[in-house]
């Protein structure tokens, strides 16, 4: 019985010494000996990370060219406006400025305020009083819709059609209109006054209603404020607003350089089967 008892106690401890043997062993495999379950899967993983690094790269060199392509693009040209088509235009490249207008409610300038020789002048310097008329070439007709009916121009004088920029019609109906406040300075002067009151009231009403559609085509969107003024009740708008522009002198130098000239042996006369439109636009 002793012996058995010596025996049992023997193959208990070989029993005990074998399992902390082993118990020591696997609680001391390093991270590297244990291999963790996601090991299997590290190469799918970078091929994974590649992929989305070389995506990443070429998004970011799209993204680049469109931002550099943009930048570079004729000032004039957005996702929102673009004008129609005209050979002017080019004037206009890289001219784009920011530009805080005068919008004082009292205060005069070259061009406002009472009739008098000094506004006639300033005004005749923008609208182009000593002409504005120019030859418009074969491929820019075909280009701007224009009417059928077209004044054609003899090629002694230029060739092409006639043709003017809008900006002057438009500044010329809001210089009829500041005329027409002043009536009294004006009616005895040369011009559209001498005109039939039928006539000259459907002249007046043209310009109203063409500026009208201007100011809707292009509505601005630029914010103005109130402010408190001393000795007024109610909040005063402050129009002094700063805008995006562009540069009219620029354009008007660009009208001269393509300004119609006559000369006495030929003017802008009607061609033989010049087309007739049977009433006005």
Known sequence: MATLDSEDRESQERLKSGSEEESFTEDTKGPCERQPRWSRYNING??????????????????????????QAPVYQCN??????????????????????DGSFAKQNRYKG?????IDEGWDDITFADGGVINVDEKTFS??????????????????????????????????????????Y?????????DSPEILRFHLDHCIDILRQKLMC?????????IWVEGHK???????????????RALKKWVGEHQLYTTPEHGVERLPSAPEKPTPP
């Not at 004006?186 to 001498?194: A, V």
């Open 234 to 248: 109610d909040p005063f708008p402050d129009f002094n607003v700063h805008h995006q522009c562009r540069d009219f």
């Open 114 to 118: 009472p009739a008098s020789p000094a």
């Open 186 to 194: 004006y009616r005895d002067k040369p011009g559209p006054w001498e």
């Open 80 to 101: 929102d406006y673009i004008p129609i088509y005209s050979p002017a235009l080019i004037s206009q490249v890289g001219t784009g400025h920011i530009k805080q207008f």
């Open 218 to 226: 292009d509505a601005d969107a630029g914010i103005l404020t109130y």
């Open 46 to 71: 970078f091929l994974v990370l590649g992929l989305w690094t070389l995506s990443l790269l070429f998004a970011s060199v799209y993204f680049w060219a469109t931002v550099t392509r943009h930048s």
């Open 143 to 184: 280009r701007i819709n224009a009417s059928e009916y077209s004044v054609k121009l003899a090629d002694e004088i230029g060739g092409g059609y006639m043709g003017s920029v809008e900006a002057l019609h438009q500044l010329h109906c809001l210089n009829m209109l500041r005329q027409a406040s002043y009536d009294d």
